[in-house]
């Protein structure tokens, strides 16, 4: 359901890169749930950052043109150290976080928007 929620807000990779407007870095707002420690961060495309035991890889970070609603999407890997490894891989929607959520029992991840 949420996948086929994004493709259709994203629409396919062609279309995506036709209405989105590549930029090259994410803002990122993360939190330490334990420890209730916020911060927030920006990652270059094609970097990572790390929190704790998890590792935020940014792959892509676009925004609408101007002359269409405001949002701003990024495609991340988060891996972990402990436990499964493989945590999230998806886009992630600065104006509609409940659309995609990276679920993890310790932190969140939230897109705040690309520049």
């Not at 209405?19 to 970097?47: C, F, H, M, Y």
């Not at 890997?77 to 998806?90: A, K, Y």
């Not at 104006?95 to 993890?104: F, I």
């Amino acid at each position: 359901m949420k996948r086929a929620l994004l493709l259709l807000l994203l629409g396919t990779p062609a279309v995506a890169q036709e209405s989105w407007i590549p930029k090259g870095t994410a803002d990122l707002a993360l939190l330490d749930k334990i420890r209730a420690q916020p911060n927030t961060v920006a990652v270059r495309v094609g970097e990572s950052t790390v929190i704790g035991s998890i590792t935020v890889r940014v792959k892509s970070c676009v925004v609408r043109p101007a002359d269409q609603p405001a949002d701003a999407a990024a495609y991340l890997d988060v891996t972990d150290t402990r436990g499964n490894g493989d945590v999230f891989h998806g886009w992630l929607l600065a104006k509609t976080p409940g659309a995609s959520q990276m679920e993890h029992p310790v932190y969140d991840v939230r897109l705040l928007g690309c520049h």
